[in-house]
């Protein structure tokens, strides 16, 4: 171990006669462990030795950065948690009402789902185009009592028992393996005697039994057996010489369409059961041992996998086994199911049943179930509670996640949700798995549709707040950045202290200049002014605080955080003023209407001030003062600013400063500065 380590740290020539070295010295170390260390330390070891590799190899830094990551996510991971999990912040107590909305609406469509199952014919037939044709196993083959064989005998309720005796003999010789008759022999007949001596002498023939169905014979399941009030059974003297008795009924969905069968029946009060039909010939044939191998649902019931249309099977016309003019290769050593395959007689009309691949004879029903068992092809259709978890899991996540990304991001979760379940639902078909088409993605589909119409009420709502606290105030930019911060809970109505800018202006001489204009002239004349410095501040995303008659009132940097509020609002002040330019040529006989602006940058008090119903955003404290006095001594077209203002824009315009002012409040005189034009 030691000379393994020592020629790992030894220099390299090449980082292939590295690696070369490597292999050998841990082949060697692995070896001297076989018999001196326990299994378990082994691979402790040669994690030791593989890390030794790396290091040395220069990938040091890489796996440091590997592990740092990993450490990295493990710390960050908990923090997440919390942070999605958090009810501090109004965002946070917003989205998670949204996301119980949301909840609520998932489990009020699970509920649905499971008790009313709406549109249940589209999804049921939408289950059915989950069917995909398949390939029959070769060894069934239909004894097909079709339009030619009636044509030829008559109504088969009339026919002699003698030509059934004729047909199992010639089904003999050709060497079938087993004969089933889905055909009820019920009761006495012409022939009964000759078709119970070929059946003795066959010895391999099947007879069925058929529990009734109406509204007088109910019928119920008592632990996976449906129970009959009555079952009409073959004749005794026949069911003697049948090798077994097997049950004809299938189960009809709500939409009448068969799409399984139940695996046993009995009539009430009996204790004997019958296998269905298809089942009960295989197991006679002795080609399925045990039928506890067969996939049923919760409630005893065989769901029938078709593999399609009913030409798929090889099909013999009955009359020419009758005959004996059939090729007698087609039923040697198979399954032989006797049936009507016409739908054109009205007495054999009841047995023509409605399948997922169309309308269909019942002895093709049972041909499809035995195809069903022989190739072990199950279906197993996934019910209505796994539909419900499914349903409140996409609910769950669909109200974590949609609440709290853009409805285009989310658009895009709903289609590669939609787009996951569609996947899983065709793959899981390809494996015997029927999951419901409809549903699932009907569910996702309204949930997404829930979040926009909640989405939509969120931007009202937050529409509705902006111009509830800041009117007309703001731009449309400044408004975003205001809800922003309303959702993070940041936005300090409640007060604060922070940076600000303070913007006054004046319009000087407007009084006397307005004392000889009418009052709609005069509000004219204050309107369009005041549009040239809205503008203006808007512009640069200031917030107007009030109009007190011809005085306006800004702030920068309140509520939300600006980066260069001192300069923005001192290139408010140089547009502002050059846009009386057009305001004076408009108004000529006015005289020329000037601005006094004063700028102020410090620490204010910001938050909503008033009484009940009375609220108002402003900003409070000495630096409004000051700038308010800064616009009170500045002349017309004049803007004063003070030293904090000037200190962190002077690279940036052009100013002078002026002879110290003495202010009301201030004890010493002030420097303040006169600003030209923006560098």
């Known amino acids: 171990m030691v000379s393994f380590f020592k020629n790992m740290f030894a220099p390299q020539s090449t980082l292939a006669d590295f690696w070369r070295k490597a292999k050998k010295g841990l082949a060697s170390t692995y070896k001297s462990l076989s018999t001196a260390q326990a299994w378990r330390n082994r691979w402790a070891v040669l994690k030791a030795a593989g890390r030794t590799c790396i290091t040395v190899a220069f990938w040091k830094e890489k796996w440091d950065d590997i592990k740092a990551g990993t450490r990295q996510s493990q710390r960050n991971f908990k923090p997440a948690l919390k942070t999605l999990f958090s009810f501090k912040t109004r965002k946070d107590r917003r989205l998670w009402y949204y ?62 028992r003698e030509l059934h005796g004729q047909a199992i003999q010639n089904m003999k010789d050709a060497r079938a393996q087993i004969v089933g008759y889905d055909i009820l022999f019920g009761n006495s007949w012409t022939g009964d005697g000759v078709l119970k001596a070929q059946m003795d002498a066959a010895g391999n023939v099947m007879l069925g039994n058929f529990g009734v169905i109406n509204d007088a014979n109910k019928y119920k399941n008592v632990d996976g057996v449906l129970e009959f009030e009555d079952v009409i059974t073959p004749l005794d003297s026949l069911a003697s010489s ?75 016309p009955y009359m020419d086994i009758i005959e004996g003019t059939f090729d007698a290769s087609l039923l040697e050593n198979k399954i032989v199911i006797v049936g009507v395959t016409t739908s054109t007689d009205a007495a054999v009309e009841i047995d023509i049943l409605d399948t997922p691949f169309g309308r269909m004879p019942g002895v093709l029903v049972h041909a499809n179930a035995m195809d069903t068992v022989l190739r072990g092809n199950y279906l197993t259709v996934v019910g209505s509670w796994s539909n419900l978890l499914v349903i409140l899991s996409s609910a769950f996540l669909c109200g974590i996640l949609l609440p709290r990304i853009s409805i285009k991001k989310g658009s895009l979760l709903t289609v590669v949700l939609i787009g996951a379940f569609i996947a899983i639902i065709a793959i899981s078909s390809g494996k015997g798995y029927i999951l419901d088409p409809m549903y ?34 703001v731009s449309p930019k400044v408004a975003q950045a205001i809800i922003g911060m309303a959702d993070r809970d940041v936005l300090g109505l409640s007060g604060e202290n922070r940076a600000v800018t303070v913007f006054f202006a004046d319009l000087r001489g407007f009084t006397s200049l307005s004392s000889g204009l009418e009052p709609p002239q005069v509000v004219e004349l204050l309107n369009r002014c005041f549009e040239v410095m809205i503008d203006r501040i808007q512009a640069n995303d200031g917030m107007i605080n009030k109009f007190v008659g011809d005085n306006v009132m800004a702030i920068w940097n309140a509520p939300q955080d600006q980066q260069d509020h001192e300069y923005l609002a001192v290139k408010t002040a140089i547009e502002c003023q050059q846009g009386m330019d057009e305001v004076n040529a408009q108004f000529t006989k006015v005289g020329p209407l000037q601005w006094g602006i004063g700028i102020n940058t410090g620490i204010a008090t910001a938050g909503s001030i008033g009484g009940r119903g009375r609220l108002e955003y402003t900003v409070i404290g000495d630096t409004v003062n000051m700038a308010s006095r800064f616009c009170g001594g500045a002349p017309g077209a004049k803007i004063w600013v003070g030293f904090d203002t000037y200190e962190r824009v002077k690279d940036k315009i052009v100013a002078t400063p002026l002879e110290p002012q003495s202010f009301k409040g201030k004890d010493k005189p002030i420097v303040v500065y006169d600003v030209e034009s923006i560098v």
């Open 440 to 473: 699932l993605p009907l569910a996702v589909l309204i949930l997404f549709t829930c979040v926009i119409i909640i989405k939509i009420s969120m931007e009202r709502a937050d529409q509705r707040q902006v111009t509830g606290l800041f009117g007309k105030y």
């Open 99 to 160: 996301s119980f909305i949301i909840f609520g609406a998932g489990v009020a469509i699970a509920l649905v789902v499971y008790f009313i199952a709406p549109f249940y014919g589209v999804n049921q037939s939408l289950k059915d185009k989950l069917y995909v044709a398949q390939v029959p196993a070769s060894n069934i083959v239909i004894a097909a009592i079709d339009d030619a064989t009636l044509d030829e005998y008559g109504d088969i309720g009339t026919w002699s």
């Open 242 to 316: 049948s090798i077994a008795i097997g049950h004809a009924n299938v189960l009809v969905d709500n939409d009448n369409n068969v799409r399984k069968l139940p695996l046993k029946i009995r009539e009430k009060g009996s204790t004997t059961e019958y296998l269905a039909f298809s089942v009960a010939m295989l197991e006679a044939a002795r080609v399925i041992q045990d039928i506890s191998d067969i996939r049923l649902d919760g409630e005893g019931y065989m769901y029938i996998n078709y593999i399609g249309q009913r030409s798929a099977f090889t099909s013999v």
